[in-house]
């Protein structure tokens, strides 16, 4: 399936979508370290559980969404309480202009 024709927003969002598009980012090279994309998207999420905000930064939307789905893959899960904040993040990107194809 081609990145634009995902529907990665929204209730219909589907989880395999959303982590073919999260994959098409690679935060850990873009930032040069694993650690340093860890950094910026727990320091994101933080913000977010605690003032209920988030970036204007569309680069640090996606090393979010990466890191998510680099997570929710590590553990095995499939998201379900963490799909609303998920959804969130994509909503944020894509008002801001990401683009549905990185």
């Given at each position: 399936?081609?990145?634009?024709?995902?529907?990665?927003?929204?209730?219909?969002?589907?989880?395999?979508g959303?982590?073919?598009?999260?994959l098409?980012?690679?935060?850990y090279?873009?930032?040069?370290?694993?650690s340093?994309?860890?950094?910026?998207?727990?320091?994101?999420?933080?913000?977010?559980?605690?003032?209920?905000?988030?970036?204007?930064d569309?680069?640090?939307?996606?090393t979010?969404?990466?890191?998510?789905?680099?997570?929710?893959?590590?553990?095995?899960?499939?998201?379900?309480?963490?799909?609303?904040?998920?959804?969130n993040?994509?909503d944020?990107?894509l008002m801001?202009?990401?683009?549905?194809?990185?």
């Open positions: 399936m081609d990145n634009n024709q995902l529907d990665i927003t929204g209730k219909n969002a589907d989880w395999d959303i982590q073919k598009y999260a098409s980012f690679n935060a090279e873009y930032w040069n370290e694993t340093k994309a860890a950094k910026i998207a727990n320091q994101q999420r933080k913000k977010y559980h605690e003032e209920d905000t988030l970036t204007n569309v680069t640090k939307l996606k979010c969404l990466f890191i998510e789905q680099r997570r929710h893959h590590h553990y095995g899960w499939t998201p379900s309480d963490d799909m609303n904040d998920i959804n993040l994509i944020k990107g801001l202009g990401m683009n549905r194809k990185n």
